[in-house]
């Protein structure tokens, strides 16, 4: 994630520690091109790894046991921080049990698929690590156990974390499963839809797929293919934007793609309308 790159770069800078990034190439065509950057970026004594579950720009669907596996040999002393900001509800995701991600710590939000108040969050660290995990302030509840250490830093307003109960209690109605089924079937269906219209490609294979897929753009009269920039992503995902589609657009090696996302209240006409508005921007002369 942009920001989370941003605190490892300032950090970097100030401590003087070395920072390697994982570099993938897009489409994907397996997970094991994405096991293969991440062992190109690791080494013996590497103390910090940072895995984007669900990558953002590139929402493919990290195999987390099999990463990890690959830390643990390559680099058994990394401490391994888990980011699952799209992995609440978009994944069956366990922390504890015989499936519980086996990362040092993990964090996650509830304001995103989940449906919770904005300002609700996940923090989870394995119990041989909260000894020595301080909060960024000190206040009243620490010294008493782990989660207290977090609670009432300064004026914080817990309003939106009593309003959380609402989100679970609709989630214990609906069911999370077939909720996440629904949205699996949903985004698998559209994606589809949208490679067979658009005669392009999907920028990972649907087996690696969650609730967020990337179908790439046809060739548009504002750029060529393998040249697009930032600013050609903007314009279009603009042009969209105009036509009152809310739809991402990213740049990855060169290409644009389309970040289409299903939740439990989209429907494949939706996307229908995706479908034809792109087509009619390839007519466009200028957008």
Known sequence: YGSTKKILAKLSQESGFQLDEAVIDFPLTSEGELLQALD?????????VVLDVIPSNAPFVLPCEEAISLIRARCPDAFILADAA???????????????????????????????????????????????????????????????????????????????????????????????????????????LLEASWGTELGFPLEMTGTMALVRLPELPICTAGKASYTHAEAIQNALFQRNIEVPVKVLSGNMYVRISAHIYNHIEEYEILRDAVLDLQKASDF
């Not at 190109?40 to 590497?46: G, I, N």
């Open 40 to 48: 190109a970026a690791l080494h013996p004594e590497t103390a910090l």
């Open 86 to 192: 799209h992995g609440l509800f978009g994944l069956p995701l366990r922390l504890s049990g015989p499936h519980a991600i086996k990362a040092d710590a993990l964090v996650s939000n509830c304001h995103k698929w989940f449906c919770g108040p904005k300002g609700t969050a996940v923090l989870h660290v394995a119990p041989q690590h909260q000894e020595w995990i301080d909060p960024l302030v000190i206040s009243h509840g620490f010294g008493a156990d782990f989660p207290s250490g977090f609670y009432w830093p300064g004026l914080t307003d817990f309003s939106s974390w009593l309003a959380l109960d609402e989100a679970l209690e609709f989630w214990d109605l609906v069911g999370l499963d077939p909720a996440r089924l629904y949205c699996n079937s949903m985004v698998t269906e559209a994606a589809e």
